[in-house]
Structure formats: structure tokens, C-alpha cells
């Protein structure tokens, strides 16, 4: 097996979107570091089974309602 090609694992505290936090070993960032989520398990609607809606202001989005918006399948 070669030498130093494998990552660093280190431990770093993730901070979630509560507030709450844990330890964990990674190779994010260095020994000590707090990684802070902006969307964590907890919160999105992708892992809770929620209809929250994520906003898309003045993006992909609404450039496409905009462009088809007035398209339809009617007969």
C-alpha cells in the first residue's frame, strides 16, 4: 500500500439548522472546525415528507413559468 495517499480524517463538530450539534470524524476542513448547515435532514421537506415549498426567487423557476406559463393542454 502506498504512503499519504489517504485523506486525513479528523474530528469537526456539525452544527445543524436547531442549533444542535454532534462530532464526527471527517475529512472536511481541519481538526476542530464547526461545520454550520444551512438545510439539514431535520428541516427539508425531502427527507421530513413535508409539502414545504423551497422558494425560487427570480430563478429557474419562474424564468420557466414565465416563458410557458401561458401554455396548456386543452382541447
Keep these: 500500500m502506498k504512503n ?9 463538530t456539525v452544527k445543524m439548522t436547531d442549533g444542535t450539534e454532534y462530532q464526527t470524524r471527517s475529512t ?7 461545520m454550520t448547515l444551512e438545510i439539514d435532514p ?4 425531502a427527507w421530513t415528507g413535508g409539502t414545504g415549498r423551497l422558494l ?9 413559468n414565465k416563458r410557458f ?3 396548456s393542454l386543452k382541447r
Design 4 to 12: 499519504d495517499i489517504h485523506p486525513d480524517y479528523h474530528m469537526i
Design 28 to 34: 472536511w476542513g481541519k481538526e476542530g472546525d464547526v
Design 42 to 45: 431535520t428541516a427539508h421537506p
Design 56 to 64: 425560487d426567487a427570480g430563478g429557474q423557476v419562474a424564468k420557466f
Design 69 to 71: 406559463g401561458g401554455l
